[in-house]
């Protein structure tokens, strides 16, 4: 089955600068890949996500980029801000199987 | 995005006894449901996958007489911990996707935070 290795597990910055969560898969058969943001006592939220037939996607202050061959992808979190502060999980699917999450990544956000 | 509403955010109850978490898509028609268990400081772990009218498929290690789960309709699946123990203590997170449409994004709800005392 799948199995997705996320890193790094805890990540701070400075406000304003970037900070960058990276993702790899196993199973080269997925093709879904959502990144979530989860706050405290809260469920995760989707922030962006990206399939397979394309390599990068921007949203405002987030990016995500995919490289298949090397199975795997980033997000890119631009200009941070001190609510940008929370825990980040990436995910991997194929179409219509469940979500196979990354272990997480606290981000600290320091202004 | 679509919304997730999960109910309630939080519950305490006493061992032995019975809980029901409810999932229900707002705005769009789930056909298929997830839950998931999350301990602190770690990621989601999936207990259960369910289709609407079908019977729902457990991952290994999940009772599933333990946590019964229902999904009778495309916006509504239920999770009943029953005879719940301590250590059934958690926050219990469930996600809707629709797989007969071009986006199957998977939203989630907002979390349970059961303690069994």
């Known amino acids: 089955g799948e199995n997705v290795e996320q890193h790094p597990s805890t990540l701070s910055v400075q406000e304003g600068d970037s900070a960058v969560i990276k993702c790899t898969y196993s199973?080269?058969?997925?093709?879904?890949f959502p990144w979530y943001k989860q706050e405290l006592g809260k469920g995760p939220q989707l922030i962006i996500d990206?399939?397979?037939?394309?390599g990068e996607k921007k949203d405002q202050r987030i990016a995500v980029t995919l490289n298949k061959t090397a199975k795997h992808f980033s997000l890119h979190i631009t200009e941070t801000q001190p609510e940008d502060s929370a825990v980040y999980f990436c995910?991997?699917?194929?179409?219509?199987?469940?979500?196979?999450f990354g272990k997480g990544t606290r981000l600290s956000v320091i202004a | 995005g679509a919304v997730v509403s999960q109910h309630p955010s939080w519950v305490i109850c006493k061992s032995g006894t019975s809980v029901k978490i409810e999932c229900r898509s707002l705005?769009?028609?789930?056909?298929?449901m997830f839950w998931y268990r999350q301990f602190p400081k770690q990621s989601l772990m999936l207990m259960a996958t369910?289709?609407?009218?079908?019977?729902?498929?457990?991952e290994q290690g999940v009772e599933k007489d333990k946590f019964l789960i229902n999904h009778a309709s495309l916006t509504l699946s239920t999770l009943t911990v029953t005879s719940a123990h301590p250590e059934d203590s958690s926050f219990y997170i469930c996600?809707?996707?629709?797989?007969?449409?071009?986006?199957?994004?998977?939203?989630f709800g907002q979390g349970t935070r059961l303690t069994v005392v």
């Open positions: 996600s809707a996707r629709n797989f007969h449409s071009l986006n199957t994004e998977a939203f």
């Open positions: 199973d080269s058969a997925s093709n879904y």
């Open positions: 990206i399939r397979s037939n394309v």
């Open positions: 995910a991997a699917s194929e179409r219509n199987t469940p979500l196979v």
């Open positions: 705005d769009f028609q789930a056909t298929t």
């Open positions: 369910s289709n609407e009218g079908s019977k729902a498929t457990y």
